[in-house]
C-alpha cells in the first residue's frame, strides 16, 4: 500500500532570522541584569569582610586600652612604616585570615598573607580597604568609645566619581563599616571625600 508522506519543510531564513533576534534581545537584556546581580553579590560578601575586621579592631582595642590600631610616632598623622606594622599585627593577632582584607570586586590577586599596608604591594592589608585609625596622630586617640558613629574602615576611593584603578565597586560608593558595629553601603555623593567616607570629618582632631 502507496501513502503519501508529506515533506517536512526546514526553517526559512526569515524564521531562523527571527529566532536569532529574538535570542539577541534575550541575551541583551539578562546580561546586565546578571552582571547586577554578580556584582550586588560581590557587595554582600566585601561588607561582610568590612564588619569582620570591624570585630578586629574592637578586639584590638579592648586589649588596648580602648584605642584603635595605630603606632604612628608622636605628632605624626601618618606613618609608612608604622601603618605597615600595626596592620599586620591586626591580622596576626585578631584577624588571621589575610582574605578578610579582600573585596570581591577588586581586580587584585587574594592576599595570601598580609605583609604590608603600602597600596601597591601584594599582600597588602590595603590592597581594598582604607583604615580610619592609622590616619591621627597617637596624642589625640583614636579611642573607640569616642568614635562610635564614625567610621572605622571601607571600600578604596568609594568617594570618586572619577574611574580609578584602586576602587572596588566603581564609581558609585563603596561599603563602611562603623564605630558601633554597623555596616552599610554609602553612595560616591555621600563622601566626605574620595577616600574618606562619611561623617569622618565630624570625629577628626581638627
Known sequence: MITNRRS???FSLVE??????????????????LGR??????????????????????????????????????MTPRDYDAANFVLVSLNNGYMKSPAAF????????????IVTADYDL??????????????WMPETGPKLSQ????????????GSAKPDPQQNHGTIG???????GHGEWQPQANWDSENWAHPADKYYPK
Open 102 to 113: 579582600h573585596c570581591a570586586s577588586d581586580r587584585d590577586p587574594v592576599q595570601a598573607s
Open 122 to 135: 601584594p599582600n597588602s592589608a590595603r590592597a581594598s580597604y582604607e583604615f580610619y585609625s592609622i590616619s
Open 147 to 158: 568614635l562610635g558613629g564614625a567610621p572605622l574602615a571601607w571600600d578604596l576611593g568609594g
Open 37 to 74: 546581580a554578580r556584582e550586588s553579590a560581590r557587595q554582600t560578601t566585601c561588607l561582610a569582610n568590612l564588619r569582620s575586621l570591624g570585630q578586629a579592631m574592637f578586639a584590638y582595642a579592648n586589649d588596648h586600652r580602648d584605642r584603635l590600631p595605630n603606632s604612628n610616632p608622636p
Open 16 to 33: 531562523l532570522l527571527v529566532v536569532m533576534g529574538i535570542i539577541a534581545a534575550l541575551i541583551g537584556i539578562l546580561l546586565p541584569a
Open 8 to 10: 517536512r519543510k526546514g
Open 174 to 180: 563603596g561599603n563602611v563599616v562603623f564605630g558601633d
